[in-house]
Structures are given as structure tokens and as C-alpha cells.
């Protein structure tokens, strides 16, 4: 019999037969790791099982390679204190189904673990929006896409940086950048050297241009493509960036 013990973050789980749920974790020590949960369709465990959630696990199989049981037991309630504010839930559930996507089962990935926690604590801060950007920046390069940009890639332009390659994924700067700018992304200002401006707008740079990456680079051959979460969470904070400047003008009007 295989057994093991860990902590971690429910990524999806999903009915499996009348009483049952096949949950996706990431684990501490173990990964990616699924496991089928007794119950899991039952009022006792529901809640537990809701995305975000920290739980401890332990994990059985007859065989290493098996789907095997989890026995879970709630450690902490993630999602619970997002339920009245939907867009920092939308992000949860994005980077949960990044993760869950995208990372090979049971493969360790200590460090993306205790980040994606660390994520869900800084859900709470006035500077949630930008931390999401820098994790899927982190994501990107745990899955081998680093991204460059501390520099202009042209080797010659000037240190105002103002634009990443969507091919190379390095910065380039204003006067480098100038004759191409149509096919360039655009370089978040919280995201430069010497920092810059962290509200909505430049988060919503920064995820324009983590999403090219991640519908390029990593998902590119997946037959779903980028998961519906992490769509639904850049329409969504596009649809508030929309709606601010909507009461910006009417206010102006005013």
C-alpha cells in the first residue's frame, strides 16, 4: 500500500459518480497530485472541498502510479472571505485553474505552493492586483518561460522601457520600440526597474501581457486552451476598468 501525508491547496474537484468528487491539489512536497474523495458530494465536505481552500491530506493506492484516496480534514477557509468581493474570487479560481492546467502531476513545485498562498494573502492588500501579475510572472518561469525585463533586449535603445516582445518575452525600450510599437505589448509600470504606477490600468497591462505567455507558450498545445477562469477573471477586471472610467467622465460631465 502507498501512503503519504501533506498540505495543500484544493485546485478543482469535480462529482465523480453519486457520492463522490476527484479532487486536484497542489501539495507541499507532493505536487499536483488527484485523488478520489468519499463523500465528496455531501454537505459535510462541500465546503471543504471549495476552491483555494488549505487542507491536510493524506493520500492511499495499491499501486505508486494509482489514482488513489485522499482523506482531507479543512485547515483553512481561503474562499469563504472572498464570497463578497467576486473579482479577488475570480482571481483565486484563475490562478487555482492555472495551476491545475498547466503543472505535471507530481512533480514537486514547492515554491509555486508556497507562493500561490502567499497570493491568498495578499488577496486582502490594496495591491492584490499587481501581486496577481508578478505570480503568473513566477508561474511562467517555474514552467520554464522567464521573462526578461530589467533591460532593453535591443542591446542599444534607451532605459525608458516601455514595451516586452511578444516573441521573446524582453523589454524593449520607448526609442527602440517606437517603429514597431503596433506589434508590441505593452510594459506595466509596476513591472519596471525602478517601479512605477500599480493602479488598475497597469495591472490590466501586466495581464494582457501574462495572458499572451500563457495562451503562447503554455497552452498552445492544450486541446482547451487557456482555462475559462483565467479568461473570466481579465474580462472581468477589464469590465471594472471600463465601468471606473465610465464614472470618471460622467463625474467630469457633472
Same mark, same amino acid.
Given at each position: 500500500?502507498?501512503?503519504?501525508?501533506?498540505?495543500?491547496?484544493?485546485?478543482?474537484?469535480?462529482?465523480?459518480?453519486?457520492?463522490?468528487?476527484? @479532487?486536484?491539489?497542489?501539495?507541499?512536497? !507532493?505536487?499536483?497530485?488527484?485523488?478520489? @474523495?468519499?463523500?465528496?458530494?455531501?454537505?459535510?465536505?462541500?465546503?471543504?472541498?471549495? @476552491?483555494?481552500?488549505?487542507?491536510?491530506?493524506?493520500?492511499?493506492?495499491?499501486?505508486?502510479?494509482?489514482?488513489?484516496?485522499?482523506?482531507?480534514? &479543512?485547515?483553512?477557509?481561503?474562499?469563504? /472571505? &472572498?464570497?463578497?468581493?467576486?473579482?479577488?474570487? =475570480?482571481?483565486?479560481?484563475?490562478?487555482? =485553474?492555472?495551476?491545475?492546467?498547466?503543472?505535471?502531476?507530481?512533480?514537486?513545485?514547492?515554491? *509555486?505552493? !508556497?507562493?500561490?498562498? %502567499?497570493?491568498?494573502?495578499?488577496?486582502? $492588500?490594496?495591491?492584490?492586483?499587481?501581486?496577481?501579475?508578478?505570480?503568473?510572472?513566477?508561474? *511562467?518561469?517555474?514552467?520554464?518561460? $522567464?521573462?526578461? *525585463?530589467?533591460?532593453? =533586449?535591443?542591446?542599444?535603445?534607451?532605459?525608458? &522601457?516601455?514595451?516586452?516582445? #511578444?516573441?521573446?518575452?524582453?523589454?524593449?525600450?520607448?526609442?527602440?520600440?517606437? #517603429?514597431?510599437?503596433?506589434? &508590441?505589448?505593452?510594459?506595466?509600470?509596476?513591472?519596471? #526597474?525602478?517601479?512605477?504606477?500599480?493602479?488598475?490600468?497597469?495591472?490590466?497591462?501586466?495581464?494582457?501581457?501574462?495572458? !499572451?505567455? *500563457?495562451?503562447?507558450?503554455?497552452?498552445?498545445? /492544450?486541446?482547451?486552451?487557456? #482555462?475559462? %477562469?483565467?479568461?473570466?477573471? =481579465?474580462?472581468?477586471?477589464?469590465?471594472?476598468?471600463?465601468?471606473?472610467?465610465?464614472?470618471?467622465?460622467?463625474?467630469?460631465?457633472?
Amino acid at each position: 500500500m502507498e501512503c503519504w501525508q501533506d498540505q495543500g491547496i484544493v485546485l478543482r474537484a469535480r462529482a465523480h459518480g453519486e457520492h463522490g468528487a476527484i @479532487v486536484s491539489l497542489l501539495t507541499a512536497h !507532493h505536487g499536483r497530485a488527484a485523488g478520489y @474523495v468519499r463523500g465528496g458530494q455531501g454537505t459535510k465536505l462541500r465546503g471543504s472541498l471549495e @476552491v483555494g481552500n488549505l487542507v491536510d491530506v493524506t493520500w492511499q493506492s495499491r499501486t505508486h502510479d494509482g489514482l488513489g484516496a485522499f482523506t482531507l480534514e &479543512l485547515s483553512k477557509n481561503v474562499s469563504a /472571505h &472572498l464570497l463578497q468581493e467576486p473579482l479577488k474570487l =475570480a482571481a483565486l479560481q484563475s490562478a487555482c =485553474a492555472l495551476c491545475d492546467a498547466a503543472l505535471p502531476e507530481r512533480e514537486a513545485h514547492a515554491g *509555486l505552493y !508556497h507562493g500561490l498562498q %502567499a497570493l491568498f494573502e495578499t488577496l486582502e $492588500s490594496d495591491v492584490w492586483g499587481a501581486a496577481y501579475v508578478l505570480w503568473e510572472i513566477a508561474l *511562467l518561469k517555474e514552467l520554464g518561460f $522567464s521573462l526578461d *525585463l530589467t533591460r532593453c =533586449a535591443s542591446g542599444n535603445g534607451d532605459e525608458n &522601457l516601455m514595451y516586452v516582445s #511578444p516573441k521573446t518575452g524582453k523589454a524593449v525600450s520607448a526609442s527602440a520600440g517606437a #517603429p514597431y510599437k503596433g506589434k &508590441l505589448l505593452a510594459l506595466a509600470g509596476f513591472l519596471k #526597474p525602478g517601479g512605477g504606477e500599480m493602479n488598475e490600468k497597469e495591472v490590466m497591462k501586466g495581464l494582457e501581457m501574462t495572458g !499572451h505567455f *500563457l495562451d503562447t507558450y503554455v497552452f498552445t498545445h /492544450h486541446s482547451r486552451g487557456v #482555462p475559462d %477562469a483565467r479568461l473570466i477573471f =481579465a474580462q472581468r477586471f477589464a469590465k471594472t476598468l471600463d465601468m471606473q472610467s465610465i464614472g470618471k467622465n460622467e463625474y467630469a460631465a457633472g
